[in-house]
Nanobody
């Protein structure tokens, strides 16, 4: 079984910064794409950013230039550096990973979420 554990959320004033982490553990052959998603109250979950195993990145227009996604050399820990935070960034942030098992089957996993609150 694979687990994704997020950390780093919290309360920050507008204009501030936070760094989220997502650590994957378990029996993993390879992790393909990892990504951050967020869900604000009353809204649907939306893509924030993704990063491939080759470290190609993709960002939602709303966070371009403010957020940076990255992965460690082992590829099992992902980060989201968030700067110039705005109240509209307030949401629960979820980690997602496309994991290839040792049987070469592909599965999609979600973390439990971490709350980010930006005060005005």
């Amino acid at each position: 079984q694979v687990q994704l554990v997020e950390s780093g959320g919290g309360l920050v004033q507008a204009g501030g910064s936070l760094r989220l982490s997502c650590a994957a553990s378990g029996i993993i052959f390879k992790i393909n794409v990892m990504g951050w998603y967020r869900q604000a109250p009353g809204k649907q979950r939306e893509l924030v950013a993704t990063i491939t195993s080759g470290t190609s990145t993709n960002y939602a227009d709303s966070v371009k230039g403010r957020f940076t996604i990255s992965r460690d050399n082992a590829g099992s820990t992902m980060y989201l550096q968030m700067s110039s935070l705005k109240p509209e960034d307030t949401a629960v942030y979820y980690c997602n990973a496309e994991v290839v098992s040792t049987a070469l089957l592909t599965y999609n996993f979600w973390g439990q979420g971490t709350q980010v609150t930006v005060s005005s």
